[in-house]
């Protein structure tokens, strides 16, 4: 695709004008509704949470591909205006959805899949959408809009298998927008305080999109930690259960920088334990995991539960 030039004053990001009137989605939270026309069906969704650095687009990136290897069909769409979410699986920085709309001027129809859809290893599709320049736009309509284009192009026909790679720890407003498509919303953890703390606010965003939406907690992926005791005792504590643990593994640090997925490094027995998570995981998010209804705690009171004693 040939990319227009723009004007080097950059637009005002569109408004969104397919949207229904606002409601509570909890104490507290308002949010505007996706058009019921864009929703997924059939394909399993999952959106990936998480403080920012921890690992969300490393875990999602895996899962894609454990996924395939599975024999499914996958479809991983990276909300993060860095756009990075994809990049092991592609081997490069893919343009955003918002980019290439940007270049035709918002008009949709003169898109090609191959503009914005990438092949990754093992047949994971690939979709970056980006987000609005800082204080010009809402990151929800990037996620409406891309998904509306998926839909539009049949690609969603096709795909077994949804995963929402989410920006950062924000969980209000726009980048909340993917629990209103999620089957199954997943935290990804460290076994320290600030995940931890983090982790408690995302169950709280997520507790409030479940009273309006399909979306439920599905779990804890325990990431780049030796130990889970303080993620274990903090699900003991409000409900929640670990799906999977990953170790701080040096493999995964040389994964990102050979911009390859953990099943394309050279094996190890080390190594292979970790493909065997991710292939174990996949499976068992495949089946169902159980809908959880955890009661997330007061910032004060968890600052007093976390630590050593």
């Not at 800082?134 to 509306?148: F, L």
């Not at 995963?163 to 209000?172: A, H, K, M, Q, R």
């Amino acid at each position: 695709m040939t990319i227009r030039q723009t004007s080097t004053v950059r637009k005002a990001f569109p408004v969104p004008v397919s949207v229904q009137p606002a409601q509570p989605d909890g104490e507290g939270s308002l949010q505007v509704h996706l058009d019921p026309e864009d929703n997924i069906d059939g394909a399993k969704v999952f959106a990936v949470y998480g403080k920012g650095g921890i690992g969300k687009s490393t875990t999602s990136s895996n899962l894609s591909v454990a996924f395939s290897k599975l024999g499914k069909r996958v479809l991983q769409i990276g909300c993060d205006p860095k756009h990075d979410s994809t990049f092991t699986l592609t081997k490069k920085l893919m343009p955003t959805v918002i980019d290439v709309l940007e270049s035709v001027e918002f008009h949709s129809e003169e898109l090609r899949v191959d503009d914005f859809v990438y092949e990754g290893y093992n047949g994971v599709m690939c979709v970056e959408a980006g987000g609005p320049p800082a204080g010009t736009g809402c990151g929800g309509y990037v996620v409406g809009q891309t998904v509306k284009l998926l839909k539009q192009h049949h690609l969603l026909e096709d795909t077994d298998v949804v995963i929402f790679d989410v920006l950062g720890d924000v969980v209000c407003g726009g980048f909340a927008a993917p629990l209103q498509h999620a089957e199954r919303a997943l935290v990804v953890a460290a076994n320290d305080f600030d995940s931890i703390f983090a982790m408690n606010r995302i169950v709280s965003a997520i507790s409030a999109k479940a009273k309006n939406y399909k979306v439920r907690v599905g779990g804890v992926i325990a990431n780049r930690s030796a130990a889970t005791d303080q993620i274990d005792g903090f699900n003991e504590q409000i409900g929640l259960k670990r799906l999977a643990h990953f170790p701080d593994l040096d493999v995964i640090r040389r994964s990102r920088l050979k911009k390859s997925t953990l099943f394309e490094m050279e094996s190890t027995p080390e190594l292979e334990a970790v493909q065997n998570e991710y292939l174990r995981l996949a499976q068992a998010l495949w089946d169902g995991t159980d809908a959880l209804a955890p009661e997330p705690m007061r910032d004060r009171d968890l600052f007093d539960f976390l630590g050593f004693d």
